[in-house]
């Protein structure tokens, strides 16, 4: 039976949280690295490159390189990318169950782009969920770990920060929603839970346990 949750909303990240994208991002952005005379392996890219904006990326694979990027590196790694998200991504574990349960408003923030979004929540059926509150990082001046996005979403949706909950999987997101002043639960499905811990997140590894956390019965 769904409940009702002791916040006024909901924020989920994207990449890692609702969407299984981040072992496809990766292996897709280490390949093209390596095109262009950068070698990176998976992991390497995993620490590097992780929950990080476009614009982050490419000002550390410029830092890297020495010199700037070829012209043609973004728009050869989105159309890989979205090409093997087609291919490949599906929904992170029991999000679909989780979702139907949260009866309290719920919207997506994301450093991904709005274009890489419609993509992977409409390849995983998660599109009609939150279409018309999906808010990214090119919406505001600052990424994550700013707080920049996570503020803005809660003002779009007309939610006090202190009554919102973020649902986050990396350290940096999690560092942006405590900036805004929001309470932070840290899926570790994929990541070092000591790490979301530390960040400032209560930690839960596995999808089903969210709704108890947010007050849902």
């Not at 916040?7 to 969407?19: H, N, T, Y």
């Not at 000002?59 to 090409?83: C, S």
């Amino acid at each position: 039976m769904a409940g009702e949750s002791r916040f006024e909303l909901v924020i989920f990240d994207c990449d890692g949280v609702l969407v299984d994208s981040e072992p496809i991002a990766n292996r897709v952005l280490a390949e093209c690295l390596c095109k262009i005379g950068l070698p990176t392996t998976l992991e390497e890219s995993y620490a590097t490159y992780k929950s990080r904006s476009w614009s982050q990326c490419l000002e550390l694979i410029q830092g890297k390189l020495g010199r700037p990027v070829p012209e043609h590196f973004a728009a050869d790694y989105y159309r890989r990318a979205l090409a093997a998200y087609e291919r490949e991504l599906e929904a992170v574990p029991g999000i679909h169950q989780v979702l139907a349960r949260i009866t309290t408003p719920i919207c997506v923030a994301s450093n991904g782009r709005h274009t890489t979004m419609q993509v992977t929540l409409r390849k995983t059926a998660l599109w009609e969920r939150f279409a018309g509150r999906i808010y990214s990082s090119m919406d505001v001046p600052r990424p994550k770990p700013f707080p920049d996005l996570y503020l803005h979403a809660a003002g779009q949706m007309g939610a006090a920060p202190a009554r919102c909950a973020v649902v986050e999987d990396s350290p940096s997101g999690i560092s942006a929603a405590r900036a805004a002043g929001m309470t932070v639960f840290g899926y570790a499905g994929r990541e070092d839970p000591g790490a979301l811990s530390a960040a400032g997140a209560q930690v839960f590894r596995a999808m089903r346990d969210l709704p108890a956390l947010l007050g849902c019965d």
